[in-house]
């Protein structure tokens, strides 16, 4: 399993390290033209703001032209610029919208493409001369129904290639919930161009977005190896507590993390629907369930309201994470959202609690075993461990997005391992 793992991880680096299609390639392709504006922006909502002959010129200038080198801080999407709310609408969420009138004989070759920005807060409707060409998210409601932005590519309709001036509009739409510094709106200018080359600029991002979240789909998978070995070496003898734990909690953390991946790359599970299952589901019985874990590990039998608390806590967390969701409880959710921060700091003092109690109790034989949790916890609190300013919060191999927390299951993952070996060598010499 170990061997197995050690191949995962090195195949993830190298797939990483890939790429079929550098920046720089396409930055320099003359049949590709970044639409970087000024753009026209108005903060309000009009269905006759998509006809090509409405005039704008009252409305402000949006300009979307990135500085050199910058990426996103997730994934490492390039030429992300800040949204409205950096740019004089601090407070403003709901509709926008952004138009730009280019000439047709501007462009290069006939068969023209559009590629969509791969960035935007939350949902977006793309027209083109007045048609409505493509969206992001469901308009069909009252309210936008929300998913992951994911990199489009949408062709120019045929009557729109004879006009002399194509307008392009895009009607945003966001959520108060995502309301902070800097979001808002298109943070990577679109391109037109032509098709074949559209298209290479397409696979590109499609090639970060993938990239960007390999790590969430290897996951599960290490940490199901991890989770066989433990349930084989104990296999001999009655499976113990810690043992049932920990595999739980290599699960749960292993269907966490892949929540990830699903969200991003696939257009079936919006915003609503990752709230619950994510941070209101999965996160509190992940906390749960390893803390438990590290508590029969270290075989803490005292105090003896431990697991009660644990438990006590991992369901208040649950239902204080729900209730912070802003579309759930939108008058008071900021109030929760409170709460929840404050019982997540209990439960992290409570693991700190456990690996203390554990480092006393076993002394310099299970040194190993509290460098392990001590791994896992940097891991799994990375808001608090961010407050700390020690170590950043993500780094950037190979132009990828890579969290601290990614790095943090290597070590955990690689250290259990021996943690393992050592405790079988010790049931085979006794």
Known sequence: MLFITLLLVAGTFIYLSYSSTTEETLRSDKNLITLNGPWKFIARDNMQYAESNYDDSQWENMDLTAPTGVHDDDVGLSGFIPGWTAKGHSNYSGYAWYRLKIARDSLPGNNLAFAAPPAVDDAYQLFINGSLVGSAGDFSGTVPIVYSIQPRMFLLPENVKKEKDITIAFRVWMSSASLGDGAGGIHIAPTIGEKTHIGKKYRFQWEQIIKGYIVEVVWPVIFILLAITLFLLSRGSNPTQSCKWFIAALILLGLMRLNQAVYSWFYIENNHQYDIVGPAILRPLVLGSWLMGWR?????????????????????????????????????????????????????ALMLFIIFQGMRKQGMKDLLASAAALLMLIALFPQEISYLHIIPGIWFPYGVGVSRGQFFYVAFVFVMYAVLIQKNKKVKSA
């Open 296 to 348: 029969e590990w270290f075989n803490l039998h005292n105090p003896k309201w431990l697991p009660k608390i644990i438990a006590l806590l991992a369901l208040l967390f649950m239902v204080a994470q729900l209730l912070a969701i802003s579309w759930i409880s939108p008058s008071i959710y900021t109030y929760f959202q409170t709460i929840a921060d404050y019982i997540r700091l209990l439960l992290l």
